[in-house]
């Protein structure tokens, strides 16, 4: 559905107001549809894809350089998924009060903030042109209502 608009170009302030601000909040907003849709399998799938990391070498490796990936992949399911503690826990065989620890630690924002930003955009354009497509049926909807309801 998105590529039909991707050229498109809004026609009432109302919506363009929408996009723009959309735009402007991008980053929170495909963090929090992340929070609220995001499963374990998508964010795994996601890491793979982008860092080249196996879930099985996630879950098995104990040298360095997989305990970082690991604890990266554990702050992105406690913060940006919808997976309950107890999901993570049995996948990765860690304590829930580690992940509670996690959650209530506020350094891993900082720390984990460029990974953080590299995972998010690797869906950005396509979320942009989703959201956008969203926006601008919206708007044909909107202005089609109003042709009818101006004809009655």
């Known amino acids: 559905m998105g590529y039909i608009y991707y050229d498109y170009e809004f026609k009432t302030d109302e919506f363009k107001k929408k ?8 980053d929170e907003e495909i963090r929090l549809f ?45 913060y940006f998924s919808k997976e309950s503690f107890t999901s993570i826990t049995e996948y990765f065989n860690v304590s829930e009060e580690f992940l509670q620890k996690m959650r209530d630690d506020d ?4 720390i984990y ?13 396509e979320y ?3 959201k956008k497509a969203q926006i601008a049926l919206a708007e044909e909807i909107s202005m089609t209502l109003r042709i009818e309801c101006k004809k009655k």
Do not use: C, W
């Open 19 to 26: 996009y723009l601000y959309f735009l402007q909040h991008i």
């Open 34 to 78: 992340y929070r609220k849709n995001a499963s374990m399998l998508q964010i795994l799938i996601t890491y793979k894809k982008l860092f080249g990391m196996t879930p099985i070498s996630l879950r098995s490796r104990s040298d360095k350089e997989a305990i970082e990936h690991r604890n990266f992949v554990l702050y992105l399911l406690v």
């Open 107 to 110: 350094s891993l924002h900082t």
């Open 113 to 125: 903030e460029e990974k953080t930003k590299l995972f998010f955009d690797l869906h950005r354009e």
């Open 128 to 130: 942009i042109l989703n």
